[in-house]
Protein backbone atom coordinates (compact mmCIF):
# COMPACT_ATOMS: atom_id res chain seq x y z
CA UNK A 1 0.00 0.00 0.00
CA UNK A 2 2.60 2.31 0.70
CA UNK A 3 6.07 2.32 -1.12
CA UNK A 4 9.41 3.66 1.08
CA UNK A 5 12.64 4.75 -0.90
CA UNK A 6 15.63 5.89 0.78
CA UNK A 7 18.34 7.86 -0.47
CA UNK A 8 20.90 10.15 0.13
CA UNK A 9 23.69 7.79 1.79
CA UNK A 10 27.02 7.47 0.95
CA UNK A 11 31.05 7.61 1.75
CA UNK A 12 32.15 10.44 4.61
CA UNK A 13 35.26 10.69 7.07
CA UNK A 14 34.76 10.59 10.32
CA UNK A 15 32.93 13.90 11.80
CA UNK A 16 31.05 14.57 8.72
CA UNK A 17 27.09 14.89 8.27
CA UNK A 18 25.16 13.45 5.65
CA UNK A 19 21.70 13.78 5.04
CA UNK A 20 19.21 10.98 4.15
CA UNK A 21 15.80 11.17 2.63
CA UNK A 22 12.93 8.33 2.23
CA UNK A 23 10.11 9.83 -0.19
CA UNK A 24 6.64 8.01 0.38
CA UNK A 25 3.82 7.26 -2.16
CA UNK A 26 1.23 7.36 0.14
CA UNK A 27 -1.04 10.76 0.01
CA UNK A 28 -1.95 10.42 3.49
CA UNK A 29 1.73 11.00 4.45
CA UNK A 30 0.69 13.10 7.48
CA UNK A 31 -1.43 9.83 9.39
CA UNK A 32 1.80 7.62 9.37
CA UNK A 33 4.34 7.33 12.00
CA UNK A 34 7.81 7.14 10.66
CA UNK A 35 10.93 5.92 12.05
CA UNK A 36 14.67 4.99 11.04
CA UNK A 37 16.63 1.82 11.74
CA UNK A 38 19.73 0.40 10.65
CA UNK A 39 22.04 -3.10 10.80
CA UNK A 40 25.39 -3.13 10.62
CA UNK A 41 27.57 -5.98 9.33
CA UNK A 42 27.06 -8.88 11.78
CA UNK A 43 24.57 -6.91 13.88
CA UNK A 44 21.24 -7.08 14.37
CA UNK A 45 18.98 -4.35 13.16
CA UNK A 46 19.35 -1.48 15.40
CA UNK A 47 16.16 1.46 16.02
CA UNK A 48 18.08 5.20 15.33
CA UNK A 49 14.80 7.53 15.78
CA UNK A 50 11.02 7.56 14.97
CA UNK A 51 8.51 10.95 14.78
CA UNK A 52 5.18 9.90 16.32
CA UNK A 53 1.28 10.08 15.39
CA UNK A 54 -0.05 12.15 16.08
CA UNK A 55 1.79 14.80 17.96
CA UNK A 56 5.54 14.47 15.92
CA UNK A 57 7.01 13.39 19.02
CA UNK A 58 10.49 12.43 18.45
CA UNK A 59 13.02 9.36 19.93
CA UNK A 60 16.35 8.52 19.45
CA UNK A 61 18.48 6.05 20.43
CA UNK A 62 21.64 7.34 23.12
CA UNK A 63 23.93 6.30 20.27
CA UNK A 64 23.22 9.07 17.88
CA UNK A 65 20.82 11.88 20.59
CA UNK A 66 22.52 15.06 20.09
CA UNK A 67 24.62 14.20 16.59
CA UNK A 68 21.28 12.84 14.19
CA UNK A 69 17.93 14.68 13.71
CA UNK A 70 14.67 12.97 12.13
CA UNK A 71 12.47 15.74 10.42
CA UNK A 72 9.67 15.35 7.89
CA UNK A 73 7.77 17.37 5.05
CA UNK A 74 4.18 16.36 4.49
CA UNK A 75 4.14 18.65 1.61
CA UNK A 76 7.00 16.31 0.27
CA UNK A 77 5.72 13.04 1.48
CA UNK A 78 9.90 12.69 2.83
CA UNK A 79 11.10 12.38 5.95
CA UNK A 80 14.55 12.74 6.67
CA UNK A 81 17.39 12.23 8.92
CA UNK A 82 19.91 14.47 9.13
CA UNK A 83 23.33 13.07 10.71
CA UNK A 84 26.18 14.92 11.87
CA UNK A 85 29.24 14.58 13.62
CA UNK A 86 29.25 10.92 11.92
CA UNK A 87 31.48 8.03 13.83
CA UNK A 88 32.39 5.00 12.14
CA UNK A 89 30.29 3.33 14.27
CA UNK A 90 27.20 4.45 12.11
CA UNK A 91 28.29 2.40 9.25
CA UNK A 92 25.81 0.37 8.49
CA UNK A 93 22.71 0.17 5.89
CA UNK A 94 19.85 2.61 7.15
CA UNK A 95 16.35 1.83 6.44
CA UNK A 96 13.07 4.24 6.63
CA UNK A 97 10.20 2.49 8.32
CA UNK A 98 6.21 3.36 8.23
CA UNK A 99 2.91 2.67 9.82
CA UNK A 100 -0.53 4.71 9.84
CA UNK A 101 -1.09 6.63 12.76
CA UNK A 102 1.86 4.90 14.86
CA UNK A 103 1.87 6.13 18.07
CA UNK A 104 4.70 7.31 20.52
CA UNK A 105 4.40 4.47 22.89
CA UNK A 106 5.68 2.31 19.39
CA UNK A 107 7.65 4.15 17.40
CA UNK A 108 11.08 1.83 18.81
CA UNK A 109 9.51 -1.44 17.93
CA UNK A 110 10.77 -2.74 14.22
CA UNK A 111 7.95 -5.23 14.34
CA UNK A 112 5.24 -2.43 15.00
CA UNK A 113 6.05 -1.09 11.84
CA UNK A 114 4.72 -2.32 8.54
CA UNK A 115 6.26 -0.49 5.44
CA UNK A 116 9.64 -0.75 5.11
CA UNK A 117 12.05 1.08 2.08
CA UNK A 118 14.91 -0.98 0.72
CA UNK A 119 18.02 0.85 2.76
CA UNK A 120 20.67 3.13 2.16
CA UNK A 121 24.34 2.04 2.68
CA UNK A 122 26.00 4.88 4.82
CA UNK A 123 29.96 4.08 5.31
CA UNK A 124 31.94 5.93 7.54
CA UNK A 125 35.92 6.25 7.71
CA UNK A 126 38.31 7.06 10.49
Known amino acids: QVQLVESGGGLVQAGGSLRLSCAAS????????VGWFRQAPGKEREFVAA????????DYTDSVKGRFTISRDNAKNTVYLQMNSLKPEDTAVYYC???????????????????WGQGTQVTVSS
Open 97 to 115: AARWRLAGYDTNYDAKYDY
Open 51 to 58: MAWPTDTT
Open 26 to 33: TRSFSSYG
